[in-house]
């Protein structure tokens, strides 16, 4: 088995389409073309939009094209080699660079934007073809107008931005790639831990494991983690306040393209039915297990007959590919230029970035390209990692290929679709095959898996979110907001398991909640504001969709393509118009945690039942 995960340290990804190496000469002569093309775009184009704003739109998309190839480049190669002193140096310096670049030819772009009056972009939009087609994007920037500070400001701001709380976090990623944790006389990092506890049959070796890792983020890491959350908190209150956005998330919420008050009753709904259902959910899941209470280290715990024997890289592929084949020949052929052209980054390294993530770009000329980064370990739940991360990569290209670089990213909370679409995907694929096969101890490790998962994307997610709302300063019941505070390490564990209590159930009603006070520590997206709530966004959103597959029939890939090709061009209203579903209705998030975590608990608790476990 050991070989069967050496074996995936040949599967690295291939950036020679981006840039040979740091030491390209390639890199240095574009980053010198980007600064001529920033010149150039600041002289001819400002004070002049109102005359010029098509072809300023055009130039302005080489230069973010050229831009992104570059940062692309340095970050992806960044994230496989963290300690290494040359590549951190040359990104930070290039960095820089582009900071200083935007900030002094750049920054005019926006502001002047979103001055120009209603009845000038309205020409703009019935005679010019490029203005016409960026309508959604300006719309977006114009909807910032009144948070826009005075050009020498935002200047300032930009090319002081690879020093702000940003800089923390990106010393986080290297500070969290050294931890060692000593595990039964051997040292482990994070993901290897993480996986142990994850996917060990023995209660005590997980429990065992997550008191190393809680100890091992305790201390030193620790304090330096809660300082790190503080800058991020305290740079963005102060900033809010110049903004004059209304609280802590509304920029984030106003980028999203989702009104604050879907993103509450997204909180509420999660907090209240799908609180409830995963309390019900661990019940039984204790009783699988045989534990009359469960430690947090019990949570992901495979069950005792799931088959937990390693799957090669290989044949993970296969299941991912013949699961898009079920569903889409589009995506499929998408999804297997990954493998082909060398867009995957496999293995578990210690100097590599933990988890997983793709990045999508749009590189000069128009090219959409994509590259997804894993460390596989040979789980199920690997598996489905590489299903979501390939999901991401499908979206990036065909709203690239559709959108062009201004338009394709989708914002946060929709950017999950295709993820949890390509994951769900999957998850059919294997359980309808294990149905044909009859085996239900292996279908309901399967269900039981997936109900883990989405927990873990819904409800999990949800708690991390009011962890971080109270970190930003909102109080206990979640109706006001105050100014943040530095809080210490002790304050943080304790804000941190009131927040997972409210979702999981309070200490000894079904967890134990030992060794696990430090967690938030390792938690690197509370560096990015309030993201966390997008994936449960897109999660419930996805499971809505796809429940829509059967209703409308062979109508349904078309409409579904169309929504990835759409990138960052609608709101979710619209988006979702096309299916006949609506977020802004309560009942919206009810249907769509019932389709997907309440009918998945009551699948296993049909399945239990003629187990004699209910």
């Known amino acids: 088995m050991e070989n069967t995960i050496e074996s995936t340290e040949l599967i690295r990804w291939d950036l020679s389409i981006l840039y040979k190496d740091i030491a390209d000469p390639s ?19 400002k004070g002049k939009l109102a005359e ?58 926006e502001l002047e934007l979103v001055q120009l009056s209603d009845a000038t972009l309205k020409t703009f939009y019935d005679r010019d073809p490029i203005v016409s087609k960026h309508r959604p994007w300006i719309e977006h920037i114009r909807t910032f107008k009144r948070h826009f500070l005075t050009e020498p ?29 000593e595990f039964r006389g051997s040292t482990k990092n994070l993901t290897e831990m993480m996986h142990l506890i994850a996917e060990s049959k023995d209660s005590g070796k997980r429990a065992e494991a997550l008191q190393s890792v809680n100890k091992g983020l305790a201390g030193p890491f620790a304090k330096y983690a809660a300082q790190t ?98 569903f889409s020949p589009t995506l499929t052929a998408l999804v297997k230029t990954f493998f082909n052209d060398r867009r995957i980054d496999v293995p578990v390294l210690k100097e590599k970035r933990s988890g997983a993530f793709n990045s999508s770009h749009v590189l000069p000329g128009g090219k ?38 201004l338009m394709f990213h989708a914002p946060i909370a929709y950017c999950e679709t295709a993820s949890v679409f390509g994951e769900m995907t999957t998850f059919t694929f294997l359980k309808e095959r294990l149905i044909r096969s009859a085996d239900k101890h292996s279908l309901l490790a399967l269900i039981m898996a997936k109900i883990d998962s989405t927990i873990n994307t819904v409800v999990r997610q949800i708690g991390f979110s009011n962890f971080e709302r109270r970190l930003h300063g909102m109080d206990e019941s979640y109706a006001t907001w105050t100014e943040p505070k530095k809080h210490s390490v002790e304050e943080l564990d304790a804000i941190w398991l009131k927040t997972a209590q409210e979702l999981y159930g309070k200490e000894g009603e079904i967890f134990t909640y030992e060794n696990s006070e ?97």
């Open 27 to 45: 890199l240095d002569s574009d980053l010198s073309a980007l600064k001529a093309m920033a010149t150039h775009f600041s002289r001819t184009y």
């Open 52 to 109: 010029l704003l098509g072809a300023a739109i055009r130039d302005y998309s080489e230069i973010e094209m050229l831009s992104g190839k570059i940062s692309s480049y340095l970050f992806l190669r960044e994230s496989t080699d963290l300690t290494n002193a040359a590549i951190k140096a040359k990104h930070a310096a290039v960095q820089r660079e582009l900071s200083a670049v935007r900030g002094e030819h750049l920054t005019f772009f």
């Open 153 to 181: 400001v935002e200047s300032a701001l930009v090319k002081r931005s690879p020093f702000d709380s940003s800089s923390w976090a990106d010393f986080f990623d290297e500070v969290e790639a050294d931890l060692n944790f």
């Open 229 to 326: 959350l503080y800058m991020v908190a305290g740079l963005k209150a102060v900033e809010d306040k110049e903004r004059g956005y209304a609280h802590p998330m509304d920029f984030r919420n106003k980028a999203n393209r989702i009104p604050d008050s879907v993103v509450n009753v997204l909180h509420n709904a999660v907090t209240t039915l799908g609180g409830s259902l995963t309390r019900r959910y661990y019940n039984l899941k204790a009783r699988h297990l045989g534990l009359t209470k469960m430690r947090w280290s019990d949570r992901n715990a495979p069950m005792p007959f799931a088959d937990t024997t390693t799957i090669p890289f290989d044949e993970a592929a296969g299941i991912v590919k013949s699961s898009y084949e079920s």
């Open 368 to 405: 959409a390209v994509s590259f997804t980064l894993v460390n596989y370990l040979g789980s199920n739940r690997d598996v489905m990692t590489l299903a979501h991360e390939l999901g991401h990569g499908v979206h990036g290209i065909l709203a690239g290929e559709a959108q062009g670089p």
């Open 518 to 614: 430090h967690l938030w520590a390792y938690i690197p997206h509370f560096h990015s504001p309030f993201y966390v709530y997008g994936y449960a966004f897109g999660e419930l959103l996805t499971q809505s969709l796809f429940a829509q597959r059967q209703r409308l029939g062979a109508k349904f890939e078309p409409l579904y393509l169309d929504l990835l090709r759409s990138g960052a061009t609608k709101d979710v209203v619209e988006l979702l118009a096309p299916f006949g579903l609506d977020a802004r209705n309560e009942a919206f998030w009810n249907d769509g945690i019932t389709v997907s975590l309440g009918a998945l608990i009551e699948e296993a608790e049909q399945l239990s039942r003629g187990m004699d476990v209910i």
